[in-house]
């Protein structure tokens, strides 16, 4: 019999659906019956390509026996984090004040106030290797609950108040400058993997908003160490594991120092962030590598993610059938030199193996390898190997495929707009385009309220019940300018505003100017979320402080030009201090600091000379740079006001910190004044 999870629109939840646990979703009535019952909360999150949450909830809540202890002596409420970023926030916050760390699936216990005093990640079924297991921290919760129940209050009482106390500085009133920026760069250096490319060491992620900052400190300073570090990383990961070599796209990261193997599972922000900083490093260095990895991830999301109403799914598990019906990570990806000779014959697999770095004693499991492009003083025919790959990947689609969380998150959607957009119009692409206007028009349609209130998810066309947080409406709106400045649509400019207008009515602290990542109006958890540092995708901080700029530039508007410079306190703050998690914040600032420039295109759409000037636009490398197209006396965008023709000849203009170059009618002339050198 099927639980009160089976009418959710989240796909973690639907799959536990059918759990004997007498499961509820995150809601006033699960508390209400805490209250009434007098048991302790269970709060378990997870997401759905969550490989340790799959193996707990196989182990222990589809077991009959420890879901009846459950449903005896806990109310247990399920939370799907990529639903509700803030529940997991507030609560993951207080597992890694307790612990030290954290990670999913989360597990939690609290009082019916919703205060925690317990806490863990993954419990196994069985004592192991020195941990605890799940049923004996279920007895141990319960008879402290029974027998000690003052306290236990008196524990969430202390923990709820550390949480509550532990306001953020915000730093510092001042926007970060030159300095701030050079300090941010050195830290990065220090940082850096000269021989492997990308910063720290295992676990590895790719540092999609720190690379944004690199290029375009490149861009406005002329610093090569940056481009160098921002070019090798790149490439580094495109020729490892964590690139699908076969089909395009990125794994969530790599578990070595290497790139060798990655953890599986490709999530919709990691492909739509690194889409846009292959095609940004194309247009910064013209590198072939850049464009393709560029491209193919690009038509990955596309081809995988894509869902019927238009939107972008969430993301592809790491897990899948391995032909003998066992669910194993990697098992769609992954090749042995024998399942190689199968499909292609003994000489051309002997030739692939060499390509792909596929040896006898494997790079992963069980004598498998994943494939890479490992560098190699042998030359391949790339029409052979272009035939080989195609002859790869047709046979790996009739491995079973991993499952697809086909969820559509209104931020991650945002940046897989914002990355389409520009791909598409970099690269004379206009069905990406295409798939970016789709996107952006579900988000419009389903996400949007008559008053451009967002809501988080929708599946299958039904929208989700959850409010939309900061990052929401910080990465849909820049993915509406970014429409705005590739299409010279006014309509994605409004939208923006809106959402905008959102941000600063409902998100910003009116006296530090410092940002919430829920809404003033939204539910209230024991403890309003607030975190300024990028991690897997920009903190709603950033992003959003990214978004008022660009619109300012576009609209002329300073409130938000204002708003953003307050939020930009924080990166002045962490940037010297913790670069690599401050990348976005740190790639804003560089936006402020060159103004950003305002571009101007005038001239009819079907006139060669316009296209030539709005693609030297585009690909200005000027951080930040907006563009505004249209035909004279057009008042689609602010930016075109008063913009004549020059001498009937369609014409930009460029202006940055309200001081405009003289119009030009030369795209060469514009491409030099886009270079993003401060001159």
Same mark, same amino acid.
């Given at each position: +019999?099927?639980?009160?999870?089976a009418?959710?629109?989240?796909?973690?939840?639907?799959?536990?659906?059918?759990?004997?646990?007498?499961?509820?979703?995150?809601?006033?009535?699960?508390?209400?019956? #805490?209250?009434?019952?007098?048991?302790?909360?269970?709060?378990s999150?997870?997401?759905?390509?969550?490989?340790?949450?799959?193996?707990?909830?196989h182990?222990?809540?589809e077991?009959?026996?420890?879901?009846?202890?459950?449903?005896?002596?806990?109310?247990?409420?399920?939370?799907?984090?990529?639903?509700?970023?803030?529940?997991?926030?507030?609560? +993951?916050?207080?597992?890694?004040?307790?612990?030290?760390q954290g990670?999913?699936? +989360?597990?939690?216990?609290?009082?019916?106030?919703?205060?925690?005093f317990?806490?863990?990640?993954?419990?196994?079924?069985?004592?192991?290797?020195? +941990?605890?297991?799940?049923?004996?921290?279920?007895?141990?919760?319960?008879?402290?609950?029974?027998?000690?129940?003052d306290?236990?209050?008196?524990?969430?009482?202390?923990?709820?108040?550390?949480?509550?106390?532990?306001?953020?500085?915000?730093?510092?009133?001042?926007?970060p400058?030159?300095?701030?920026?050079?300090?941010?760069?050195?830290?990065?250096?220090?940082?850096?993997?000269?021989?492997r490319?990308?910063?720290?060491?295992?676990?590895?992620?790719?540092?999609?908003?720190v690379?944004?900052?690199?290029?375009?400190?490149?861009?406005?300073?002329?610093?090569?160490?940056?481009l160098?570090?921002?070019?090798?990383?790149?490439?580094?990961?495109?020729?490892?594991?964590?690139?699908?070599?076969?089909?395009?796209?990125?794994?969530?990261y790599?578990?070595?120092r290497?790139?060798v193997?990655?953890?599986?599972?490709?999530m919709?922000y990691?492909?739509?962030l690194l889409c846009?900083?292959?095609a940004?490093l194309?247009?910064?260095?013209?590198s072939e590598?850049?464009?393709?990895?560029?491209?193919?991830?690009?038509?990955?999301?596309?081809?995988?993610?894509?869902?019927?109403?238009g939107?972008?799914?969430?993301?592809?598990?790491?897990?899948?059938?391995?032909g003998?019906?066992?669910?194993?990570e990697?098992a769609?990806y992954?090749?042995?030199?024998?399942?190689?000779?199968?499909v292609?014959?003994?000489?051309?697999a002997?030739?692939?193996?060499?390509?792909?770095?596929?040896?006898?004693?494997?790079?992963?499991?069980?004598?498998a390898?994943?494939?890479?492009?490992p560098?190699?003083?042998?030359?391949?025919?790339?029409?052979?190997?272009?035939?080989l790959r195609?002859r790869?990947?047709?046979?790996?689609?009739?491995?079973p495929?991993?499952?697809?969380?086909?969820?559509?998150?209104?931020?991650?959607?945002?940046?897989a707009?914002?990355?389409?957009?520009e791909t598409?119009?970099?690269?004379?692409?206009p069905?990406?385009?295409?798939?970016?206007?789709?996107?952006?028009?579900?988000?419009?349609?389903?996400h949007?309220?008559?008053?451009?209130?967002?809501?988080r998810?929708?599946?299958?066309?039904?929208?989700?019940?959850?409010?939309?947080?900061?990052?929401?409406y #910080?990465?849909?709106?820049?993915?509406?300018?970014?429409l705005?400045?590739?299409?010279?649509?006014?309509?994605?400019?409004e939208?923006?505003?809106?959402?905008?207008?959102?941000?600063?009515?409902?998100?910003?602290?009116a006296?530090?100017?410092?940002?919430?990542?829920?809404?003033?109006?939204?539910?209230?958890?024991?403890?309003?979320?607030?975190?300024?540092?990028d991690?897997?995708?920009?903190?709603g901080?950033?992003?959003?402080?990214g978004?008022?700029?660009?619109?300012?530039?576009q609209?002329?508007?300073?409130?938000?030009?204002?708003?953003?410079?307050?939020?930009l306190?924080?990166?002045?703050?962490?940037?010297?201090?913790?670069?690599?998690?401050?990348?976005?914040?740190?790639?804003?600032?560089?936006?402020?600091?060159?103004?950003p420039?305002?571009?101007?295109?005038?001239?009819?759409?079907?006139?060669? #000379?316009?296209?030539?000037?709005?693609?030297?636009?585009?690909?200005?490398? #000027?951080?930040?740079?907006?563009?505004?197209?249209?035909?004279?006396?057009?008042?689609?965008?602010?930016?075109?006001?008063?913009?004549?023709?020059?001498d009937?000849?369609?014409?930009?203009?460029?202006?940055?910190n309200?001081?405009?170059?003289?119009?030009?009618t030369?795209?060469?002339?514009?491409?030099?004044?886009?270079?993003?050198?401060?001159?």
């Amino acid at each position: +019999m099927a639980n009160r999870l089976a009418h959710e629109t989240s796909p973690y939840l639907l799959q536990h659906a059918d759990n004997p646990v007498d499961w509820w979703p995150w809601s006033a009535e699960a508390f209400d019956e #805490a209250r009434r019952s007098g048991r302790p909360v269970l709060l378990s999150v997870g997401y759905s390509s969550c490989h340790w949450c799959h193996v707990m909830a196989h182990e222990s809540f589809e077991d009959d026996a420890t879901a009846a202890y459950l449903n005896e002596h806990f109310v247990s409420v399920k939370v799907d984090r990529e639903e509700r970023p803030d529940v997991d926030a507030v609560y +993951m916050e207080a597992v890694q004040a307790a612990t030290g760390q954290g990670g999913w699936p +989360m597990t939690v216990f609290l009082t019916p106030d919703a205060e925690p005093f317990y806490f863990g990640t993954y419990f196994p079924p069985e004592p192991r290797h020195g +941990m605890t297991s799940f049923r004996q921290v279920l007895e141990g919760v319960h008879g402290a609950w029974t027998d000690r129940r003052d306290e236990v209050a008196e524990v969430a009482g202390k923990i709820t108040r550390d949480l509550a106390e532990r306001e953020m500085n915000f730093g510092d009133s001042r926007v970060p400058g030159e300095e701030d920026l050079a300090g941010a760069l050195l830290g990065l250096t220090r940082e850096y993997d000269a021989a492997r490319g990308g910063f720290g060491g295992a676990p590895k992620f790719p540092p999609s908003m720190v690379i944004e900052f690199l290029l375009r400190h490149h861009a406005r300073t002329g610093a090569e160490g940056a481009l160098q570090m921002a070019a090798d990383t790149c490439e580094r990961m495109a020729r490892g594991g964590l690139y699908d070599q076969l089909g395009g796209g990125f794994a969530r990261y790599s578990v070595d120092r290497e790139w060798v193997v990655p953890h599986f599972e490709k999530m919709l922000y990691d492909n739509a962030l690194l889409c846009r900083v292959y095609a940004h490093l194309w247009r910064s260095t013209g590198s072939e590598l850049a464009r393709r990895v560029a491209l193919e991830t690009a038509d990955f999301m596309v081809r995988e993610l894509r869902t019927d109403e238009g939107g972008f799914a969430s993301a592809l598990d790491a897990d899948s059938d391995d032909g003998t019906g066992r669910h194993v990570e990697g098992a769609y990806y992954v090749w042995t030199p024998a399942q190689l000779r199968e499909v292609l014959g003994d000489a051309d697999a002997e030739l692939v193996a060499r390509y792909f770095g596929v040896t006898e004693e494997g790079t992963f499991e069980e004598g498998a390898s994943v494939l890479q492009l490992p560098q190699s003083e042998q030359v391949f025919d790339a029409e052979r190997m272009a035939s080989l790959r195609e002859r790869l990947l047709a046979a790996r689609a009739g491995r079973p495929a991993p499952g697809r969380d086909d969820k559509v998150v209104a931020a991650w959607n945002g940046l897989a707009v914002a990355a389409l957009a520009e791909t598409g119009a970099y690269f004379d692409r206009p069905d990406l385009v295409e798939a970016a206007i789709g996107a952006a028009d579900l988000l419009v349609r389903l996400h949007m309220d008559d008053r451009a209130r967002l809501a988080r998810t929708s599946r299958d066309g039904r929208v989700g019940a959850h409010a939309g947080v900061l990052e929401d409406y #910080a990465d849909v709106a820049e993915g509406f300018l970014a429409l705005t400045s590739v299409t010279g649509e006014g309509v994605w400019l409004e939208f923006a505003g809106f959402l905008l207008d959102h941000v600063l009515a409902q998100f910003t602290d009116a006296g530090s100017g410092a940002l919430y990542d829920t809404a003033a109006d939204a539910e209230r958890l024991i403890r309003r979320p607030q975190d300024p540092t990028d991690n897997a995708t920009p903190s709603g901080w950033s992003a959003a402080a990214g978004a008022l700029l660009s619109y300012t530039a576009q609209a002329g508007a300073q409130p938000h030009r204002v708003a953003a410079e307050r939020a930009l306190g924080v990166v002045k703050a962490l940037g010297p201090r913790a670069p690599r998690f401050i990348g976005w914040g740190l790639a804003v600032a560089e936006a402020l600091l060159d103004g950003p420039r305002e571009v101007a295109v005038v001239g009819d759409a079907d006139d060669p #000379a316009t296209t030539a000037l709005r693609r030297a636009a585009l690909l200005g490398t #000027a951080p930040g740079a907006v563009v505004a197209v249209g035909a004279p006396g057009s008042g689609e965008l602010p930016l075109l006001s008063g913009r004549p023709l020059v001498d009937g000849e369609p014409a930009a203009y460029v202006c940055r910190n309200f001081t405009c170059d003289a119009p030009t009618t030369d795209p060469d002339r514009l491409r030099t004044a886009l270079n993003g050198r401060n001159v």
